[in-house]
């Protein structure tokens, strides 16, 4: 079955990561194929004809679209090993809760507040600059620091859910924890324009975020904090043409 494994992805995307440590937590094998975002190939155009977009995964010729989606159905196919998901229906749901939470809250300020700081990150995110309704750096000041405290906030959310917990579901790497670990690799590129530190405003996050780092798939899964911030440095650079 391993060999039957495709997965379209991009290696910035803090979505494809998602899928990549999930595989990873699972022991299994797949075919990595790098896309090109701007001359999208055949295949990812075929296996996601309504998004267009990574990561995709193909299982047996058939793909799965959108990340939790694509890890939940990791979780359910390959459910001899680590499971991510609780057993207990409650909690199943409470896990759920949170992953769109992350999607929903963090995902939105990232791209707001890059977008008001003047940074392009199309390639990693699944919401086009378009999308966000805001003009390419056309805001700062005050709406800088509402977002950078918007963002704080929800990351004091999150910081009160997790409470004294190791991970989000307790004492196992779980669901919530892939889904909202792989933005750690942004984070030094989000508070070098934000301008701030969350480990100074949020220590458990980070602690929590470097807990996560000592598991094998996640370490070798996300990319070098500076690493992403040089390459959100091009993106910035080619889009205004210089």
């Not at 769109?100 to 003047?118: A, C, E, P, R």
């Not at 919401?127 to 005050?142: F, R, Y």
Request: proline share 4%; with cysteine.
């Amino acid at each position: 079955m391993a060999e039957e494994v495709v997965l379209l992805d991009s290696w910035a995307s803090m979505f494809g990561m998602r899928v990549r440590v999930a595989l990873a937590e699972k022991g299994i094998k797949y075919e990595y194929r790098e896309e090109d975002l701007k001359n999208k190939s055949d295949l990812l155009l075929q296996m996601n004809p309504v998004h267009k977009k990574i990561p995709v995964l193909i299982h047996s010729g058939k793909p799965i679209c959108e990340s939790l989606i694509i890890v939940q159905y990791i979780d359910e196919v390959w459910n001899d090993k680590s499971p991510l998901l609780p057993s207990d229906p409650y909690k199943r749901a409470q896990a759920r809760f949170w992953a769109d939470f992350v999607d929903k809250k963090v995902l939105t300020l990232f791209i707001l507040s890059y977008n008001l700081w003047g940074v392009v990150i199309q390639c990693a995110c699944k919401v086009q600059v378009a999308d966000a309704g805001i003009k390419l750096g056309s805001t700062k000041g005050e709406e800088h620091e509402a977002a950078k405290k918007q963002f704080l906030e929800i990351l004091k959310t999150l910081e009160e859910e997790l409470g004294e917990k190791p991970y989000f579901g307790g004492e196992t790497f779980g669901f919530v924890d892939v889904a909202f670990v792989t933005f750690y690799s942004w984070f030094h590129t989000f508070e070098t324009f934000g301008e701030f530190s969350t480990e100074a405003e949020h220590p458990k996050i980070i602690a929590w975020a470097k807990r996560c780092m000592q598991k094998e798939s996640v370490a070798k899964t996300l990319p070098d904090q500076q690493k992403v911030y040089e390459y959100v440095l091009g993106v910035t650079k080619r889009s205004l043409g210089e």
